[in-house]
Nanobody, 128 residues
Framework: QVQLVESGGGLVQAGGSLRLSCAASGGTFRTYNMGWWRQAPGKEREFVAAVSWSAGTTYDQDSVKGRFTISRDNAKRTVYLQMNSLEPEDTGVYYC?????????????????????WGQGTQVTVSS
């Protein structure tokens, strides 16, 4: 069983930056593919970014390309989301998620149903 705890959210002005962290406990972290998702008020949860177990492949949503960067530190059992040039549309609760490595290594990063474990979320609010 994997437990995920997000941190780093807060209130920031448009154009500012935040760095989210997700600390994992339990399981073998280095064998988990990791993702960040977010949910704005009144909207469905949406994919933001993901990183493969080896950090060899990253995925992101078109609206965050060039602004957000996902990374991981397997020694620290932590995945990060560096968010720059934040916009009011980035406001929402950000969730960290994990899924164990499967045979063949196939990872459907953008599918919510792919993920086995979820954190409780951290609130990000971007003011205009």
């Amino acid at each position: 069983q994997v437990q995920l705890v997000e941190s780093g959210g807060g209130l920031v002005q448009a154009g500012g930056s935040l760095r989210l962290s997700c600390a994992a406990s339990g399981g073998t972290f280095r064998t988990y593919n990791m993702g960040w998702w977010r949910q704005a008020p009144g909207k469905e949860r949406e994919f933001v970014a993901a990183v493969s177990w080896s950090a060899g492949t990253t995925y992101d949503q078109d609206s965050v390309k060039g602004r957000f960067t996902i990374s991981r530190d397997n020694a620290k059992r932590t995945v990060y989301l560096q968010m720059n040039s934040l916009e009011p549309e980035d406001t929402g609760v950000y969730y960290c998620a994990a899924v164990g490595l499967r045979g063949g290594g196939y990872f459907q990063a953008r599918a919510q149903s792919e993920y086995e474990y979820w954190g409780q979320g951290t609130q990000v609010t971007v003011s205009s």
